[in-house]
């Protein structure tokens, strides 16, 4: 399911809940593309050291065990980073996720006024 995560700053993030096919073909690229460097080099670490140890044979390993957890990885370093969902039905697709995170408006207006 696609979704959008905003900042409290105006920052916009579309994303997608659930398994990544971008990573499961092409490994650690989607990563760098979206700009998450930390976990683009530690797929591609894991990777080379995966495909080192099993001659060759280990790389798709990395890329299928990636695919299942790579988007809720990122979708956690972005609510880290102050990202919130806009609407509710991304948010319960989050949770049912195991991802429980506060919408945008709801932090909004817990945030007291400076």
Request: no cysteine.
């Amino acid at each position: 399911m696609n979704g959008i995560l905003q900042h409290s700053s105006g920052l916009i993030k579309e994303v997608k809940a659930g398994f990544s096919w971008t990573t499961f073909f092409f490994g650690f690229f989607p990563a760098f593309f979206r700009g998450d460097i930390k976990w683009g080099s530690i797929q591609l670490i894991v990777g080379i050291v995966v495909t080192l140890l099993t001659a060759g044979f280990g790389g798709w390993i990395v890329n299928i065990a990636f695919a299942f957890l790579y988007n809720k990885i990122y979708i956690n370093d972005l609510i880290e980073k102050g990202y919130r969902p806009i609407d509710h039905s991304f948010q319960q697709a989050l949770k049912q996720r195991g991802i429980h995170v506060k919408l945008l408006s709801e932090t909004a207006q817990s945030q007291p006024a400076v």
